[in-house]
């Protein structure tokens, strides 16, 4: 199983249990090369379709940036999972979420907050990772790894500087964008590591957040269009 499938895995019942009543039309922005939650939306009884410029081949998909989707109609549902902390335009991203959204409408967040992951949640994530295959790109978290030791940088500082090079938006400033737009139902932290770390459980990951060993780097959310 991939990173990608554990994640989505992990994450499918927390979305699942903020969906509308089927047969709910459901957007899910940013559903990347797998084809994020649209197949098991589907499968449940929801007319989905997920927009990304790199989606899957077929009806169930547009390939195009969601800030240009049209639909024929608002949906009753967006889903957004890791897609808003690395857009262009935060603002743009964040009204065009409202307008896709039918009045009433439901909207799932699940974010990365970046701005947590702090020396020791980095070191603990380090001292769990498995050797890379060999002669294969680096994932996220190797990456990391490797480039902080070349960087000779203070952890905070090479953080900084990697967030400031990819234009992230910080987890806190993601939410309040979304407050000012949307009635928050839902808000909580969550573990976010596990689905790149091989031997470690979701549920492991929280435990290690619970003992205050690390930071929690999810986030959930959920609100409604008024």
Do not use: N
């Not at 699942?16 to 090369?33: F, I, N, W």
């Not at 410029?53 to 009806?59: N, R």
């Amino acid at each position: 199983m991939t990173p990608d499938d554990r994640w989505l895995a992990a994450v499918w019942p927390f979305v699942k249990g903020h969906l509308p009543p089927t047969p709910a039309t459901v957007l899910e922005v940013g559903c990347g090369t797998l084809g994020g939650f649209v197949p098991a939306l589907r499968e449940s009884g929801h007319q989905a379709i997920g927009v990304d410029p790199e989606a899957p081949e077929g009806s169930d998909y547009r390939r195009i940036e969601f800030e240009r989707y049209e639909p024929r109609h608002p949906v009753d549902c967006v889903v957004a999972s890791l897609s808003l902390h690395h857009v262009a335009d935060l603002d743009v991203a964040l009204d065009r979420l409202k307008d896709l959204l039918a009045p009433g409408g439901v909207l799932v967040v699940l974010e990365f907050a970046w701005e947590r992951f702090d020396e020791p949640t980095a070191q603990w994530c380090f001292a769990r990772l498995t050797p890379p295959a060999p002669e294969t790109e680096p994932d996220w978290l190797h990456g990391h790894q490797q480039r902080w030791s070349a960087s000779g940088q203070p952890w905070d500082a090479y953080l900084r500087d990697w967030a400031t090079e990819h234009g992230l938006h910080p987890a806190e400033i993601i939410l309040r964008g979304l407050d000012a737009r949307f009635t928050r139902r839902h808000t909580s932290d969550a573990p976010y590591l596990f689905a790149d770390l091989a031997d470690i459980s979701e549920a492991e990951e929280q435990a290690a957040i619970d003992a205050g060993q690390i930071q929690p780097i999810g986030v959930r959310y959920t609100a409604t269009r008024t």
